[in-house]
């Protein structure tokens, strides 16, 4: 039986950036999780994506396939990804569903796929308005990450990193019921992500997990409850790289409850041209980088490459 770990809350619309931004400093330098309140994505569109994911993961297999991943968007049928690469399961019992950056100055926003408007009637711009306007709260939050780092409130910006960022959003869905396997299961193997931030919610359904010391053996792990209304934000890899470890990219897990469960995650990536190499607020004498500069895009691309099966 899990212990459950209690995270920060914090509201996006405080009047006090000042103290928000320690509360940020503290949540990322402990956990590397927190709870994200007042964000500007209302309960009616969270409803609404769900609804439309759970039709689309509803289709017939072969109608799914005919969106199969390809530039990591699209689908991705069960056991084709696993996230733990020194697991030896089949693969992780989950289906997803990815979705980059859309129509603007990005060059890579025609690779989406969508499911037909015929089969799916306003399933496109569902997912759109809602990538909007997760990205949007993201890019706040980004601004409070500044300052948590003291750093100007704008230098994210001016590094280049939300010059048309890389935002993913990528639907999930775990099924209740699954195969008889003398294996361990996991709905999503243990894992830390990989890029600069990501704000998930949920339908509600358990299964979420972190073990705050990823060194350390054996795992320890926590159950992080569902908070109605909150985005559940979590720092990445390439954060922790650009703090010089300061702030904890946590691993985590999805435990199978025997439940279906449907999550949203939304990635925040910096541009991909945008170059990661350790914050001047984060370094010394006494603790020199320990990482060398790095091409955003480049260090995704390298991390994407091991984690499908098929």
Same mark, same amino acid.
């Given at each position: 039986?899990?212990?459950?770990? @209690?995270?920060?809350?914090?509201?996006?619309?405080? #009047?006090?950036?000042?103290?928000?931004?320690?509360?940020?400093? @503290?949540?990322?330098?402990?956990?590397?999780?927190?709870?994200?309140?007042?964000?500007?994505?209302?309960?009616?569109?969270?409803?609404?994506?769900?609804? @439309?994911?759970?039709?689309?993961? !509803?289709?017939?297999?072969?109608?799914?396939?005919?969106?199969?991943? $390809?530039?990591?968007?699209?689908?991705?049928?069960?056991?084709?990804?696993?996230?733990?690469?020194?697991?030896?399961?089949?693969?992780?019992?989950?289906?997803?569903? &990815?979705?980059?950056?859309?129509?603007?100055?990005?060059?890579? !926003?025609?690779?989406? @796929?969508?499911?037909?408007? /015929?089969?799916?009637?306003?399933?496109?711009?569902?997912?759109?308005? &809602?990538? $909007?306007?997760?990205?949007?709260?993201?890019? $706040?939050?980004?601004?409070?990450?500044?300052?948590?780092?003291?750093?100007?409130?704008?230098?994210?910006?001016?590094?280049?990193?939300?010059?048309?960022?890389?935002?993913?959003?990528?639907?999930?869905?775990?099924?209740?019921?699954?195969?008889?396997?003398?294996?361990?299961?996991?709905?999503?193997?243990?894992?830390?992500? &990989?890029?600069?931030?990501?704000?998930?919610?949920?339908?509600?359904?358990?299964?979420?997990?972190?073990? $705050?010391?990823?060194?350390?053996?054996?795992?320890?792990?926590?159950?992080?409850?569902?908070?109605?209304?909150?985005?559940?934000?979590?720092?990445?890899?390439? %954060?922790?790289?650009?703090?010089?470890?300061?702030?904890? !990219?946590?691993?985590?897990?999805? %435990?199978?409850?025997?439940?279906?469960?449907?999550? %949203?995650?939304?990635?925040?990536?910096?541009?991909?041209?945008?170059?990661? /190499?350790?914050?001047?607020?984060?370094?010394?004498?006494?603790?020199? #980088?320990?990482?060398?500069?790095?091409?955003?895009?480049?260090?995704?691309?390298?991390?994407?490459?091991?984690?499908?099966?098929?």
């Amino acid at each position: 039986m899990s212990e459950s770990i @209690q995270l920060r809350i914090i509201d996006l619309t405080s #009047p006090d950036p000042i103290s928000t931004a320690r509360a940020i400093r @503290q949540a990322c330098v402990e956990v590397g999780f927190f709870y994200l309140i007042n964000h500007g994505v209302d309960e009616k569109l969270f409803k609404e994506v769900l609804e @439309q994911s759970k039709k689309f993961f !509803s289709l017939p297999l072969e109608d799914k396939m005919k969106l199969l991943r $390809r530039n990591h968007r699209g689908y991705t049928p069960l056991y084709a990804e696993k996230l733990d690469t020194s697991s030896t399961t089949q693969g992780d019992s989950k289906e997803s569903f &990815y979705i980059g950056s859309l129509e603007g100055k990005s060059v890579v !926003s025609n690779l989406n @796929q969508w499911p037909a408007e /015929e089969v799916l009637p306003s399933w496109r711009s569902t997912m759109e308005d &809602y990538h $909007r306007r997760v990205l949007d709260a993201g890019i $706040r939050l980004i601004s409070l990450i500044a300052l948590a780092l003291d750093l100007d409130e704008d230098f994210f910006h001016k590094a280049g990193a939300c010059d048309s960022p890389n935002g993913f959003l990528r639907l999930l869905h775990y099924p209740g019921e699954l195969q008889l396997s003398e294996q361990v299961v996991y709905g999503a193997s243990a894992h830390s992500d &990989y890029g600069m931030l990501t704000l998930l919610a949920t339908d509600g359904v358990g299964g979420l997990q972190v073990c $705050r010391e990823k060194f350390d053996r054996p795992h320890i792990w926590e159950d992080v409850h569902h908070l109605s209304g909150a985005f559940i934000v979590n720092i990445g890899d390439m %954060m922790e790289r650009w703090t010089n470890c300061l702030f904890r !990219s946590t691993l985590h897990r999805v %435990m199978p409850t025997g439940q279906e469960r449907y999550s %949203m995650a939304f990635f925040l990536d910096p541009n991909p041209d945008c170059v990661v /190499e350790c914050l001047k607020s984060c370094c010394s004498d006494s603790s020199p #980088p320990r990482f060398p500069p790095i091409r955003a895009g480049e260090y995704l691309e390298e991390r994407l490459k091991v984690t499908y099966v098929s």
